[in-house]
Every structure is written in C-alpha cells, then in structure tokens.
C-alpha cells in the first residue's frame, strides 16, 4: 500500500476530538477547505464541544494547523 493511503486510513481512524467523535480526516479536510484558526476549525466541525471543552483536542487542532502552515501535508 502507499504511503499516502496509509495516512488517509490512518486518519480516519484517529478520532482527534473523543468526545464528539471528529476524525483527523475531518480535521484536515477542513483546514485545507479555508478553516484557518482553533475557532474555525471547532465551528465547522464541533470538536470542542464535548465533555472535556476541548481540553483534550485543542493542543492536536492548533499542532495541525501548524503542521498545515510548514507545508507538512497537503
Ligand atoms: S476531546 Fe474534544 S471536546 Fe473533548
């Protein structure tokens, strides 16, 4: 398999936000469609607001909008 599909099969797995369930495909799919901040990112898809108010996934969404800025995926 390639590398890319494993990524994608990889990131649809990974639940970045427990609480409601949003998948890092998500997370990605949104950052590349414009969501450009942790405020944006939580509006469009809902992660942060589950029990934990986004103590849990607010670190992973601002290391991928970083990671997004650095060019580091597409
Ligand atoms: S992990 Fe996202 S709100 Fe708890």
Redesign the pocket.
């Known amino acids: 398999m390639d590398e890319n599909l494993n990524q994608d099969i990889l990131d649809k797995l990974t639940?970045?936000?427990?609480?409601?369930g949003?998948p890092r495909s998500t997370m990605k799919r949104v950052i590349r469609e414009g969501a450009d901040t942790l405020e944006k990112v939580q509006k469009v898809t809902g992660?942060?607001?589950?029990?934990?108010?986004?103590?849990?996934?607010?670190p992973?969404i601002l290391q991928l909008l970083e990671e997004y800025k650095n060019g580091e995926w597409e």
């Open positions: 639940k970045v936000c427990i609480c409601t949003v992660a942060g607001s589950g029990g934990c108010s986004g103590n849990r996934c607010t992973k």
